[in-house]
């Protein structure tokens, strides 16, 4: 039996992958393009909203951008009072042009450079500073109010992270901010921490809100801290995901290509998105005494995330015209009409997992299945969108299309390029109105 790993089921996906508009993009667009679906965003928006609600908890939600940049998804940041966290001036100057509030951006990255620092003060966003000298370079800044910042943590549980100020660099920044008077608004701490597991966000929190005590009592205003993001997505069902892990072997994929568990994302998680976010607030940090959600309550401190991938569950997807089939032993090669920068996971040593789907005019389902990998139309080896050797439910044509399934967090654009003069693929921004599906471009600036 060949491997397989399908998304959750979907009917509104499955209602724009039926309705024949797919097909009539990808000869509009002569190529790959994405779609992505803002109203999708609202509801996981709403979801993170409803949790904090749900435990008493003042907080807001910062959109990560980096997650996915297609305008569409700060219009509706915009327009729901949600934040954005950027990390560049490009960033910031996508966020301020579609909407957002100055003051509802958060500035995150390592040692910013000047302009996005200046620009970000100017416009009230507030600073997570990551080191001590990005703590006098905020205070060298010439603007007229005070700068908004929080105070970055370096995570002693990930001993490998490069961000963050460690116990000694927190008590010294503390005293610099004290100092500093009406130059600076120390509003707090943040960090934010890889992988996906709850209790060490929780344990982090606790300790930042005890900080927050701690600066209060050098007049500090602290009355947030940010966990960041990293609440995980949950793309699959967990039996079909354990036994993906324990049967796939290099002979699942092209040129005997071998991965371990440990290289992909974890494709299902019995506890994502909001829940994730539930799952924090109920946690006692360092297990014992009492919950976060009671702690930042008593100490009056409100709770900022910044989910990316979690905001994006379900926003959209990835369509790629087949360009070519060809035969190998045992199995096919198809070539479609983009290439694999446009589907990121596969630049990290990893594979993006969730079984991409065929579209095709002809009945399936009564000729023999096919076993395939999925090349892109460069000249490199090493393109392909994906190496495991995919069974479609016929053989492919020229002319079908694949539709990798949710794709807007983290695969559309992080890695794309005009590589080979190919054209970046186009990004569609699909919405239900009056009960018609409708499309337009998405409006990002050209950079
Ligand atoms: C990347 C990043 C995020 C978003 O992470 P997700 O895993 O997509 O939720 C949030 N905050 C910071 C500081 C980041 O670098």
Redesign the pocket.
């Known amino acids: 039996m060949a491997l397989t790993l399908p998304v959750h089921p979907d009917p509104g996906h499955d209602e724009i992958l039926n309705s024949g508009l797919l097909q009539e993009l990808s000869h509009a667009f002569g190529g790959p393009f994405h779609f992505v679906l803002p109203d999708r965003f609202d509801t996981n928006l709403a979801a993170f909203r409803d949790a904090l609600d749900e435990y008493g908890v003042e907080g807001k939600v910062y959109f990560?951008k980096?997650?996915n940049k297609a305008a569409a998804f700060v219009e509706r940041c915009a327009a729901r009072g949600a934040g954005v966290?950027v990390?560049s001036h490009g960033e910031l100057r996508e966020a301020l042009g579609h909407g957002v509030r100055g003051e509802d951006l958060v500035v995150?990255?390592p040692a910013k450079a000047e302009r996005l620092l200046r620009v970000a003060a100017l416009q009230g966003g507030l600073v997570?500073v990551d080191s001590l000298d990005e703590l006098e370079r905020v205070l060298l800044l010439e603007v007229p109010r005070p700068v908004r910042i929080l105070l970055r943590r370096f995570p002693p549980s990930q001993p490998k992270s490069r961000f963050g100020l460690d116990d000694d660099q927190l008590d010294a920044a503390l005293q610099r901010c004290a100092a500093a008077g009406e130059r600076i608004r120390m509003e707090g701490f943040s960090f934010?921490l890889s992988g996906y597991e709850m209790q060490p966000r929780a344990d982090l929190a606790g300790e930042l809100v005890e900080l927050c005590l701690k600066a209060r009592d050098l007049g500090l205003q602290a009355d947030r801290i940010s966990i960041?993001?990293?609440?995980a997505v949950d793309y699959t069902s967990a039996e079909h995901w354990q036994s993906f892990l324990t049967e796939q072997r290099p002979d699942d994929y092209h040129a005997q290509k071998s991965f371990t568990a440990s290289d992909f994302y974890p494709y299902h998680s019995p506890v994502a998105g909001a829940d994730a976010l539930r799952a924090v607030l109920a946690a006692h940090p360092h297990s014992t005494g009492d919950s976060l959600a009671v702690r930042l309550r008593e100490a009056g401190v409100m709770l900022l995330l910044?989910?990316?991938?979690?905001l994006l569950d379900g926003a959209g997807s990835s369509v790629f015209g087949v360009q070519g089939v060809k035969d190998r032993a045992g199995y096919g090669i198809l070539t479609v009409d983009g290439t694999s920068l446009s589907l990121s996971e596969q630049w990290f040593n990893s594979e993006y997992l969730p079984d991409p789907i065929l579209l095709t005019d002809r009945r399936t389902g009564d000729g023999p299945a096919y076993l395939a990998c999925v090349g892109g139309t460069s000249c490199l080896d090493s393109d392909l969108l994906t190496w495991r050797k995919i069974t479609f439910p016929a053989r492919p044509r020229v002319g079908d299309l694949i539709v990798y399934p949710n794709t807007a967090?983290?695969q559309m654009d992080s890695n794309e390029s005009p590589f080979h003069d190919l054209p970046l693929p186009a990004k569609v921004v699909l919405q239900r109105e009056s009960g018609r599906l409708r499309w337009r471009l998405d409006h990002r600036t050209a950079l």
């Open positions: 990560a980096k997650a966290d990390a995150t990255g997570a934010h960041g993001g990293g609440l910044e989910p990316g991938r979690a967090g983290y």
